[in-house]
Every structure is written in structure tokens, then in C-alpha cells.
């Protein structure tokens, strides 16, 4: 049996991905995508064109998506800890908080980030206005929800909590969530705490120098 994961510590994604496989301690092999693993490179895009990843090859089957990889774990590579609920219709709120991560944190947080690398005659002012007033109205949001909550779903830990992990670390540092959002930040913080993420973390860290629009001194 082999269990290859193309990724880049530093990336939310794949953070997300690392945070299933930490969780049950599953053991695999760490395939670096970096502009000096030229190799790898080349296997990157033969595996998937649209070379976005984390990518996870299990004996030879290409899994694509940091969701799909988490559930792929779970169906294959069982594990104590569930992050999909074995109840239905929590897993159907599982996936659901899952996608609002993914989409309304994560992409917009993104979209800032991505700006910022473009050519200045290229960026796109409008479009981070509006990434930066969705993310207000997801803060907002998610700090209800969060509410006396310890986790996005449910008592345990889910493939939610995996999205919202690097999601809400790096929109935090591109997008301030406002202090008075207690709930929201104290969730941020939780996360932090959880050894799966603090782990995944600590692998990104030799790399902060690399964020675009510059890391702050904390986390
Ligand atoms: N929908 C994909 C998104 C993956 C993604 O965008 N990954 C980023 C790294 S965090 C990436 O591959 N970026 C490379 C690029 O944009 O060229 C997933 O959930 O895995």
C-alpha cells in the first residue's frame, strides 16, 4: 500500500488535507510541489492539468480536492476519530459548513491574496472589494453560528473544523476579524489548539516569509 500526498505545507489547502491525515495519525509520503522539485512538477501536472492541489495518489488512484481527500481517508484509511458523522443528517451539516468554508472563507480570502500578485495594470480593485465585504458577512455570520458552540457541528470534530482551520488563520491575516466577533476569534483560537492543526501549522512556518501581503508576528 502507498499513500503519496502532493502538497505544499504552506498552503490552506493542503493544510486542510494534513490536518485528516494527522488526526488519525495515517502514515504517507510527504511529495513536495515546489518551484525547485522540478520532477514532481512534471508528475503534478501529468496527475491533474488543472494543477491546483493537494493531490493524494492511494496505490496508484488520483483523489483530487481536499474534501474528497478527507473522505477518501475515512472510507479507506478508517480511523478513532470520524470526521464525517456516521448519522446522515449530520453529515449532510458537516458538508454543509464544509462548503461555506470553502466558499465564502476561503475563495475570498484567496482572492485578496491573488490580487496582490498580479501585475499592478492587472489587479482587480472591485473584485477584492468584494471579497473583503464577503468575508465581513461570513465573520459575521459564523460568529453567530459559533455561539456556544465548541466546534462548527455538532460535539466533535468534523471535516468542517478541517476547512475552517486554515481557512479562518489565513483570512484573519488578509482580513482582520474585528475583535468584538468573541465567538468567532475564540473558535480561531480553539483551532489553533488542536494538535492535528498546531502540527500543520508548524510545517507551514519556515515559509511565512513567502506571504504575500506579509505574516504577522503571531500564530
Ligand atoms: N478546490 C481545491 C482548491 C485547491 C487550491 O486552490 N489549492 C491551491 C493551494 S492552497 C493551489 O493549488 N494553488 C496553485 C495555483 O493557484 O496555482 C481543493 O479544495 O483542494
Not at 488535507?17 to 520532477?39: G, T, V
Not at 464577503?134 to 468542517?160: C, K
Request: glycine letters at 6%; hydrophobic letters at 45%; charged letters at 25%.
Amino acid at each position: 500500500m502507498s499513500l503519496e500526498l502532493f502538497a505544499h505545507p504552506f498552503s490552506s489547502y493542503c493544510q486542510k488535507a494534513l490536518i485528516a491525515f494527522h488526526e488519525n495519525d495515517i502514515a504517507f509520503d510527504f511529495r513536495m510541489l515546489a518551484p525547485d522539485e522540478p520532477a514532481n512538477g512534471a508528475e503534478f501536472a501529468r496527475l491533474w492539468p488543472i494543477q491546483r492541489f493537494p493531490i493524494l495518489v492511494d496505490d496508484g488512484r488520483t483523489i483530487l480536492e481536499a474534501t474528497a481527500i478527507i473522505e477518501h481517508l475515512q472510507v479507506r484509511h478508517p480511523g478513532p476519530v470520524r470526521l464525517i458523522p456516521d448519522d446522515p443528517g449530520a453529515a449532510v451539516e458537516v458538508r454543509m459548513l464544509d462548503r461555506v468554508f470553502d466558499n465564502y472563507v476561503m475563495t475570498p480570502q484567496g482572492k485578496c491574496v491573488f490580487d496582490s500578485l498580479r501585475p499592478e495594470a492587472d489587479r482587480d480593485p472591485y473584485g477584492v472589494a468584494e471579497a473583503r465585504k464577503m468575508l465581513d458577512t461570513a465573520y459575521a455570520w459564523l460568529d453567530q453560528r459559533m455561539a456556544g458552540r465548541e466546534w462548527a457541528v455538532g460535539d466533535s470534530f468534523s471535516l468542517a473544523d478541517c476547512a475552517a482551520a486554515p481557512s479562518l488563520f489565513y483570512a484573519d491575516w488578509t482580513h482582520a476579524i474585528p475583535p468584538e466577533l468573541e465567538n468567532l476569534q475564540a473558535y480561531r483560537a480553539r483551532l489553533l489548539t488542536r494538535p492535528s492543526f498546531a502540527r500543520a501549522v508548524d510545517g507551514g512556518r519556515p515559509y511565512r516569509a513567502y506571504f504575500p501581503l506579509g505574516a504577522p508576528d503571531r500564530d
